[in-house]
C-alpha cells in the first residue's frame, strides 16, 4: 500500500521559515522523482519544486533562491526547506511521487503565512 504522509505545515509571519517532510512507504522511492506541489484557494495546483532520482533539482521562480528540496532514500523521505516566506505562500503543500509506473500523491499539509 502507497503512502505519502506530509508534515511540518502550520502558521507563521512572514519572513519566517518552515521545513516539511514527506514520508513515504510502498513503493520503490528512489527511482521516483519526488515533488511539492501547491494549491492556493480559488487557484489550481501548481508545481513547487522536484527533485529527480538522480538529485536533479527544478524549482518554481517565486521560489528560487528561498526553498530547497532535498531527499532521503536511505529513509524515504523527501523534504521542503522553505524560508523568507510571504503570504502569497499560503497553500495547501501536497507531496508528490512520480514515475512511468506509478503517480502517487500525499493527503497535502496547512501552510500558512500571515501577520
Known amino acids: 500500500q502507497v503512502q505519502l504522509v506530509e508534515s511540518g505545515g502550520g502558521l507563521v509571519q512572514p519572513g519566517e521559515s518552515l521545513r516539511l517532510s514527506c514520508a513515504t512507504s510502498?513503493?520503490?522511492?528512489?527511482?521516483?522523482?519526488m515533488g511539492w506541489y501547491r494549491q492556493a484557494p480559488g487557484k489550481q495546483r501548481e508545481l513547487v519544486a522536484t527533485?529527480?532520482?538522480?538529485?536533479?533539482?527544478n524549482y518554481k521562480d517565486s521560489v528560487k533562491g528561498r526553498f530547497t528540496i532535498s531527499r532521503d532514500n536511505a529513509k524515504n523521505t523527501v523534504t521542503l526547506q522553505m524560508n523568507t516566506l510571504n503570504p502569497e505562500d499560503t497553500a495547501v503543500y501536497y507531496c508528490?511521487?512520480?514515475?512511468?509506473?506509478?503517480?502517487?500523491w500525499g493527503q497535502g499539509t496547512q501552510v500558512t503565512v500571515s501577520s
Open positions: 527533485i529527480t532520482s538522480g538529485g536533479s533539482t
Open positions: 508528490n511521487a512520480r514515475h512511468p509506473t506509478g503517480n502517487y
Open positions: 510502498g513503493f520503490i522511492f528512489s527511482r521516483y522523482t
